[in-house]
């Protein structure tokens, strides 16, 4: 499974004619479109179905690798997607999968989410399961190198998101629970060992790889902290920007990492009251001198920086920027309440009119704090 774009990179090109080579029956479904839409899903079911497929390998990014997890799941189980939305309704394991990554983002190839777009919904949909975690992952940064450079960003900074979302996760109380039940379990020292590291390589790579796609240091780093990213919210669960982001997303046609990247500095900032302490962690982390801050003026810091960064690689200030009327904040902000698995990780109230508050400062953008200059953030 991937895509037209893809099937016609040379690197891809090889693995499909390499597999050919060995395996006796081959189907190849090459007509994945962003977001997932059903559509897709039944068109790569009815091509598993016509080979008899028992193993899927899904080479791309997070669209592909999450189509490729619900085809899976029908092949095995039968349905639509429409019976597996929601934390753990695949009822046991799928197919094997073996997910080969050509963007450093999503993490799909070690996750248990598939993300899909329902038409007869307002927002994107989730599948989270611990049973859609592929059985394989290949990394190799150099599926990335002909990445263009705006999909690199919104790929990149929907990672760094993933870490410092799991980072800033709420915590949960510790106690026997069965995984199966309720896949993302809030932030723990394992997952913010995995989130710091993922947000320690990105953030120094991330601007380099915008540049210059061929920077082969800044692409490894970015293939090992989107994995990591992938690692640290598989368990602790992301919050606030993903959850907004799936009404928005579906309403502008935007691509997720934006979406996610524009929302994350004001989610940060509703909730620095309860997160400061791990905001002036990130800024050390990401690079900053903070030896002489307090925890307030290094927790400041580091959102200043994140302003700069999504500067730099392009990602809008505002929701007016890509097209969301203000009108219709409160209704995004209902939607998203309802993304029950990611917004009770978000360590900030919760509460619709919370969520309206931060929407409404992301439409403003009222973060008026001063940009640094690329010469003083590098």
Known sequence: MTDRVLLGQ????????????KVEVVGVFADATPDVPLADVALAVSVAAEVDADVILAIGGGTV???????????????????????????????????????SGTGSELTPVSVLTDPDRELKVGVSSVHIVPDFAIVDPELTYTCPATVTAH???DAFCHAVESYTARPRAHGPRDPVEQVFLGRNPITDHYALLAAERIARSLPH???????????????????LAGLAFSHAGNGAPHAL?????????????LGVGLLLPYALDAARDAIGDRLAILAGV??????????????DSFLTWLDGLL???????????????????PRFAEMASGVTRLIQNHPGPTDTAS????????????????????????
């Open 10 to 21: 040379p690197g891809v090109a090889e693995i499909v004619a390499a597999v050919r080579e």
């Open 65 to 103: 690798i999450d189509l490729a997890k619900i085809v899976g799941v029908i092949r095995c189980h039968g349905g639509t997607p429409r019976d597996f939305y929601g934390e753990s309704k695949v009822p046991g394991p799928t197919i094997p999968l073996v997910a080969v990554p050509t963007t």
């Open 155 to 157: 790929s990149g900074i």
């Open 209 to 227: 790889v915008v540049r210059d796609g061929g920077d082969k240091d800044a692409r490894a780093d970015m293939s090992y902290g989107s994995m």
């Open 245 to 257: 982001q799936y009404p928005i997303g579906a309403a502008t046609h935007t691509p997720h990492g």
């Open 286 to 299: 990401c690079g900053l001198d903070v030896t002489d801050a307090s925890e307030a003026e290094a927790a």
């Open 311 to 329: 500067a730099d690689i392009g990602i809008p200030t505002t929701l007016a920027d890509i097209g969301v009327a203000r009108a219709d904040l």
């Open 355 to 378: 969520l309206t508050a931060i929407l409404e400062a992301a439409w403003l953008g009222d973060r008026t704090r001063h940009v640094l200059t690329p010469e003083q953030r590098w």
